[in-house]
């Protein structure tokens, strides 16, 4: 083993490596020749033994030939490790044709979904749409809107008042309609103006058709010369929109709110079926929503002059919208986070900003 000329030993590891088919068999080669015991290591160990003329020689050789043995080392090991992955590779199998495995991604409620449509809708008429807080100032929710202390009107929302009090030592409240927001932005923004808002209103009410927390969309337009013909024309333009069908039968019904004059409420024309609600044919009217010209006292109490300006409003349940359109028939049932009826209501998001949320799940 020891004593060996450089050449014999290049000989003998060409050989070797040659005959070295895998992996392990590449490591015993690196052993017999680079390990402690091994043939380059014995032959380096035995220089000493060497004159010094010799020594300089065989030394520079025989670690030539050490640079040399690691560099085909290296290379074969790189080739084996190939061979190995590809190996690998040919051996699995992906079955594309596999059904995938169902990811529970939730679903969107279907007040999340009509609020999109709304904004959808009205964002097109050039309509903005703002925001309010959910706790209001008495003035906010009723004196600037034509509901002054004494008011009979005060007495129908059913307000949830809370502790602490306003500038004006008034008990805050939680907003009983979304009208709160017509104000605060008719208060803030450049006439003339188009809005809709949306969100939670609060009443202490019960039953079916009734949830202490609901949803309002509420719409309003500022400018000059509008009149119930605009609001007429808006109205039957959502309304046909919003259920799908080429122009729903509508008809306004003379009535009574403090922040409008004239007011009416808004009947649109169904059939109903054991199991459906028809828009596109009718024989019995449904009450939809209130609307009508906005108050001048509402006007003058967001500094606007009622003869410079004029402006139409509607208040308009969503969660009542979402009832009618896609046939869900207890509203109490939308708030009681169960996730069957969620499955069953909701929609699948389609995840397209600007766009309506979600198709039915
Ligand atoms: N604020 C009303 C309510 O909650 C709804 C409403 C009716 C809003 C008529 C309006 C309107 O802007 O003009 O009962």
Request: hydrophobic letters at 35%; aromatic letters at 10%.
């Amino acid at each position: 083993m020891s004593g060996e000329t450089p050449k014999k030993l290049r000989d003998t590891f060409k050989k070797k490596l040659e005959a070295a088919k895998n992996l392990e068999a590449l490591e015993e080669v690196r052993l017999d020749f680079l390990g402690k015991k091994g043939n380059i290591t014995a032959n380096l160990k035995l220089l000493s033994t060497y004159p010094i003329d010799v020594r300089k020689e065989l030394g520079a050789e025989l670690n030539k030939l050490r640079m040399a043995i690691i560099d085909d080392l290296t290379k074969k090991k790189e080739g084996l490790e190939k061979e190995v992955l590809l190996e690998k590779i040919a051996g699995e199998f992906e079955d594309l044709t596999l059904p995938t495995l169902r990811e529970d991604k939730g679903c969107v409620h279907p007040i999340t979904q009509v609020k999109s449509e709304l904004a959808n809708i009205f964002s097109k008429m050039n309509f903005t749409v703002e925001e309010g807080p959910e706790i209001e100032t008495d003035f906010n929710n009723f004196t600037a809107l034509n509901i002054h202390d004494s008011h009979p009107a005060r007495q129908s929302h059913d307000t949830f008042y809370i502790n602490e009090r306003d500038e004006n030592s008034l008990p805050f409240l939680l907003r009983t309609h979304m009208s709160t927001v017509q104000i605060r932005t008719m208060k803030r923004d450049k006439k003339p103006m188009r809005m809709i808002s949306m969100g939670r209103c609060y009443r202490s009410d019960y039953d079916s058709t009734h949830t202490p927390m609901f949803h309002q969309i509420e719409g309003l337009v500022i400018g000059p010369n509008i009149t119930m013909g605009n609001l007429k024309w808006c109205l039957q333009n959502f309304l046909s929109i919003f259920f799908e069908v080429e122009k729903v039968s509508m008809r306004l019904r003379p009535s009574y709110f403090p922040f409008t004059e004239p007011s009416a409420e808004v009947d649109i024309g169904c059939k109903r079926t054991k199991e459906n609600l028809m828009i596109d044919d009718y024989d019995e009217w449904l009450e939809i929503l209130g609307c009508g010209m906005v108050h001048p006292n509402v006007l003058r109490s967001c500094d606007i002059d009622p003869e410079e300006f004029q402006g139409f409003a509607f208040g308009c349940g969503i969660d009542r919208l979402a009832m009618l359109k896609y046939g869900i028939p207890d509203l109490r049932t939308f708030f009681e986070t169960d996730k069957r009826w969620l499955e069953h209501y909701g929609f699948k998001s389609l995840d397209v900003p600007g766009f309506m949320l979600g198709e039915k799940a």
